[in-house]
């Protein structure tokens, strides 16, 4: 704030006669007349030409060359595009930068850090309906990442994996379906639409050997096989595996989800009405049985 | 006054202290003049110890730019001195840059978005009669018309007429009413036709002190008395109740066009606060302003 600049514009305007109603005016060019253009301003056509596409703007489909075979189709087929429909991206998160969120005050370390927490920073623009799967946590900046966190996010290296549990905070991967994933970056956009809580999908058939490996902290692998796995990997990087049970935050560091939940404190299925603040919870052994994990 | 603002205006940072003996002296004259036993309500506002220094530092704003420093002043002319202290503005609510344009942009809007058009013409199938065609098509060596309520004709239907009900609602973008106040709040303290009052508390009830008031300050003919709370001291509301150029509005009727309608906009201390909360929780919010968040995203 208060530039050079807006330093000067105040100095000027002291000089000048009173602002008032009387001696307002747009920046000169800001209005535009939205008139029809004649003769050489616009003449017949306004720049469309005469018939065919350019005057009707029904333009050529994309990649159509008029005849010739287009370049898609003249190559051979490349493979590395293969199932490229079914694959999910992700909005990357460097350790470093998250580092910074939570040095800024714009990420709570005393509570668990999941995707909601982590979009509600309004830093992230995911959209599942373009196959966007959630946050990958990248290691640029890993040597500056000192927080304790518990971490849940959808991609994760094993150096990153490192950095978390090094500094004794514990790290998930967790898959969320697009429904649960829309549900999980705006809560209260979800909760205004009163519908249940619906239970979080379980990974399609590509993903379900990455979420169900203890090496990746998956959220369906056994938490034994996590605990030794844990152990593997800070003797693999020569660290001493700081003992959770003995930390101050030990009941928020082991918080975990449920495979079908969305929500921390929330079990699919309820339905959070905003406008009473009460929750409605099933009752129906029927739906009960539908949404039990 | 218009001196002592001046001083006020070129104070900076490094010059406080001058400022602070400036107000000692103030301070000692006040007392004097309730020992001679002035007037009752006078020696109510004279009684405190030392001037009102509100000298916040303002950590949250950039630390390379000073705050904004003005007088406070009384309306209790029977007092030994028009200014009973000194505040510390925000920069980035009172020292913004003056966008002139976003001002207009502002001015326009509110004059536009409560704007309906009753004007209203009649089209060529709306005025009465013309159903027939005037004469056969051929033959008889006249212009072909098929009604005589075309637009051609005198007393046919308008083309492109004004149609009633016409709304010219719109909504400003949320920065930009909110640049608005800012620039406008800026540009009057600049103009040095914002001033700063400790209260809206006077002895008299009297239209005629008001108005002298403001004659002797300088403050011109219309003058916006502006403060935290809608339910106003008794004696102002009296005294501006038959003066139609000097209006009280709470903040939080508080806008771009009524600042600039009046010539002089008078703040109290708490309005000048509550301003500059409700303003800076604005600037911050991360979710609302999302131009504000576009250089942080990932």
Not at chain 2, 288 to 293: C, G, Q, V
Request: charge should be positive; glycine fraction near 8%; include cysteine.
């Amino acid at each position: 704030m208060a530039s050079q600049g807006t330093e000067k514009a105040l100095a000027l305007l002291r000089r000048l006669p009173r602002v008032s109603l009387g001696n307002l005016k747009p920046n000169p060019g800001a209005v535009k007349s939205a008139r029809r253009g004649r003769g050489i301003y616009g003449g017949k056509t306004h720049g469309a030409g005469s018939k065919g596409s350019g005057q009707r703007q029904n333009f050529m489909r994309l990649g159509f060359e008029t005849g010739n075979t287009p370049f898609y189709l003249r190559f051979p087929y490349q493979n590395y595009y293969k199932g490229h429909h079914m694959r999910l991206s992700y909005a990357p998160l460097c350790m470093g930068k998250l580092q910074r969120m939570i040095d800024t005050s714009r990420l709570r370390t005393d509570v668990p850090v999941d995707i909601t927490q982590l979009s509600a920073t309004q830093l992230f623009s995911i959209n599942p309906m373009e196959k966007m799967g959630g946050i990958m946590l990248k290691d640029e900046g890993i040597d500056h990442f000192q927080a304790t966190l518990n971490l849940e996010v959808q991609w994760a290296t094993e150096a990153v994996i490192t950095s978390v549990e090094r500094n004794g905070g514990t790290i998930t991967v967790a898959y969320y379906d697009p429904i649960s994933l829309q549900a999980a970056l705006n809560p209260m956009a979800f909760f205004k639409r009163g519908v249940a809580i619906p239970r979080r999908m379980l990974p399609p058939q590509n993903l379900i050997d990455y979420y169900s490996d203890p090496k990746n902290r998956g959220y369906l692998a056994d938490p034994t096989e996590v605990a030794r796995e844990r152990f593997v990997l800070a003797q693999k990087y020569g660290y001493e595996l700081p003992d959770i049970r003995s930390s101050p935050n030990q009941e928020m560091l082991l918080e975990r989800k449920d495979p079908r939940q969305i929500f921390y404190g929330l079990q699919p299925g309820w339905v959070v009405n905003l406008e009473d603040k009460v929750i409605l919870k099933p009752t129906d052994p029927e739906l009960l049985e539908h949404y039990a994990s | 006054m218009a001196g002592a603002l001046s001083l006020a205006w070129g104070v900076t940072a490094h010059r406080p202290a001058l400022l602070r003996q400036v107000l000692r002296s103030f301070s000692v004259t006040a007392v004097r003049n309730q020992e001679t036993g002035a007037a009752v309500a006078a020696a109510s506002i004279d009684s405190r110890k030392s001037p009102l220094i509100l000298d916040e530092k303002f950590p949250d704003s950039n630390s390379i730019v000073v705050p904004r420093e003005a007088w406070i002043e009384t309306l209790d002319t029977s007092a030994a001195s028009t200014q009973v202290g000194l505040i510390h503005l925000h920069p980035q609510v009172f020292g913004a840059n003056p966008r002139l344009d976003l001002i207009h942009e502002n001015v326009t809007w509110q004059k536009k978005f409560r704007m309906v058009n009753y004007a209203h013409t009649k089209v060529r199938s709306e005025v009465r009669g013309g159903g027939k065609k005037p004469w056969p098509q051929k033959g008889l060596g006249r212009a072909r018309h098929g009604s005589i309520r075309s637009p051609l004709w005198r007393g046919g239907g308008v083309t492109h007429g004004p149609r009633a009900y016409t709304t010219h609602f719109y909504m400003l973008p949320f920065s930009k009413r909110l640049q608005g106040l800012t620039a406008t709040l800026s540009a009057k303290f600049a103009q040095d036709d914002l001033k700063i009052v400790e209260s809206l508390d006077m002895p008299s009830d009297e239209a005629g002190y008001l108005e002298q008031l403001c004659e002797n300050r300088r403050w011109g003919i219309s003058v916006l008395f502006v403060d935290d709370s809608d339910i106003m001291p008794r004696n102002i509301t009296l005294a501006s109740d038959t003066l139609r150029h000097m209006n009280l509005m709470p903040v939080y009727g508080l806008n771009v066009h009524s600042m600039l309608k009046h010539e002089t906009l008078v703040l109290t201390v708490a309005a000048v606060r509550r301003i500059e909360e409700r303003i800076l929780y604005h600037f911050r919010r991360p979710d609302l302003p999302k131009e504000n968040m576009k250089r942080f995203r990932m």
